[in-house]
Nanobody, 121 residues
C-alpha cells in the first residue's frame, strides 16, 4: 500500500523559508522518480518540481526556479522541498507524488493528505 506523508508546512512571512518533507512507504522509493505538486486556494493542481530516482536532474516550474530546491534521501525514503524567498502566491497545499508520464499526469497521480503552506504578513 503506497503511503506518502507530507510535513513541514506552516504560516510564514513573505521572504521566509520552509523545508517540506515527504516520507514514502509501500513501494521501492529508491527506484521511483518523484515530484512535488501544489494546489492554491480555488485553483487546480500545479506541477512544481521533479527529481529522478538517483536524486539527479531536478526540474522546476518557472515560478519557483531559483527559489526552490528538490532533493531526496533514499536511505530514509524521504523527499524534500527547500523553499526560500517565499511569496504570497506560493500559498497552497503541497503534495509529493510519484512521477508519472503523459500530459498533465499530476492531475491523476495518487497523493497523500498534503501539507499547508501559507505565506502572509
Amino acid at each position: 500500500q503506497v503511503q506518502l506523508v507530507e510535513s513541514g508546512g506552516a504560516l510564514v512571512q513573505p521572504g521566509g523559508s520552509l523545508r517540506l518533507s515527504c516520507e514514502a512507504s509501500g513501494f521501492t522509493f529508491s527506484s521511483a522518480p518523484m515530484s512535488w505538486i501544489r494546489q492554491a486556494p480555488g485553483k487546480g493542481l500545479e506541477w512544481v518540481s521533479s527529481i529522478d530516482s538517483g536524486g539527479n536532474s531536478p526540474t522546476y516550474t518557472y515560478a519557483v526556479k531559483g527559489r526552490y530546491t528538490i532533493s531526496r534521501d533514499n536511505s530514509k525514503n524521504t523527499l524534500y522541498l527547500q523553499m526560500n524567498n517565499l511569496k504570497p502566491e506560493d500559498t497552497a497545499v503541497y503534495y509529493c507524488v510519484r512521477s508519472l508520464s503523459g500530459v498533465n499526469w499530476w492531475r491523476s497521480a495518487p497523493r497523500g493528505q498534503g501539507t499547508q503552506v501559507t505565506v502572509s504578513s
